[in-house]
């Protein structure tokens, strides 16, 4: 059975930065692509940004494209979500997933196998 932990959310002001980790735990890590996605009330939940097993492939959507930076270490079973330049519209719940042998981007919720519990990320004006 595959878990997966995220941390790292909190309040940050607009322009400030934080970075959400995710601990993962069971099969072997580098069998499954990575993903953050995130949520809002009423939304549908979107990919921010993925990684290939490997780490050799990433994609983030055009929203966060150079603010935001998605990395893995395979030896620590953890992926990484670099967030900068923070703005109001990026406050949002977030989520860490996990989908098996997936190679191509971006990631839908759909082809998600497992799911962090998801960790609150608000920024303020």
């Known amino acids: 059975q595959v878990q997966l932990a995220e941390s790292g959310g909190g309040l940050v002001q607009a322009g400030g930065s934080l970075r959400l980790s995710c601990a993962y735990s069971?099969?072997?890590?580098?069998?499954?692509?990575m993903g953050w996605f995130r949520q809002t009330p009423g939304k549908e939940r979107e990919i921010v940004a993925g990684?290939?097993?490997?780490?050799?492939?990433?994609w983030s959507a055009a929203s966060v494209k150079g603010r935001f930076t998605i990395a893995r270490d395979n030896a620590r079973n953890t992926v990484y979500l670099q967030m900068n330049s923070l703005k109001p519209e990026d406050t949002a719940v977030y989520y860490c997933a996990a989908a098996f042998r997936r190679s191509y981007f971006p990631l839908t919720a759909l082809q998600v196998d497992y799911w962090g519990q998801g960790t609150q990320v608000t920024v303020s004006s």
């Open positions: 990684i290939s097993g490997s780490g050799s492939s990433t």
């Open positions: 069971g099969r072997t890590f580098s069998d499954y692509a």
